[in-house]
């Protein structure tokens, strides 16, 4: 089992830079595909950035690619989200979370993620 806990969310002004970071607990971190996903008011859950087990394959949604960069540090249990040319429009709690069933690759909908981490709020201003 993974337990999540996200932080490195705030407040930042539009074309500003955040950095999240994912922090796992237990032993199958390395052994799980990890995912962001976030959540606007009044929005559903919306795919941001996934990577595989090994960190060697990534994947976006096309309204943050270019933009955001998620990497991770197996030997840290640590997965992160780099944010560049932040807009309005990021604006919402973001949450990480761990699929330990992967094979390969990265799934790119909430569905397959089994662990889910309390969320971390970032907020742009315009």
């Known amino acids: 089992q993974v337990q999540l806990v996200e932080s490195g969310g705030g407040l930042v002004q539009a074309g500003g830079s955040l950095r999240l970071s994912c922090a796992a607990s237990?032993?199958?971190?390395?052994?799980?595909?990890m995912g962001w996903f976030r959540q606007a008011p009044g929005k559903e859950l919306e795919f941001v950035a996934a990577i595989s087990r090994s960190g060697g394959n990534t994947y976006y949604a096309d309204s943050v690619k270019g933009r955001f960069a998620i990497s991770r540090d197996n030997a840290k249990n640590t997965m992160y989200l780099q944010m560049n040319s932040l807009k309005p429009e990021d604006t919402a709690v973001y949450y990480c979370?761990?699929?330990?069933?992967?094979?390969?690759?990265?799934?790119?909908?909430?569905?397959?993620?089994?662990?889910w981490g309390q969320g971390t709020q970032v907020t742009v201003s315009s």
């Open positions: 237990g032993r199958t971190f390395s052994s799980a595909a």
């Open positions: 979370a761990a699929d330990r069933d992967s094979l390969f690759g990265a799934a790119m909908t909430a569905i397959p993620y089994d662990e």
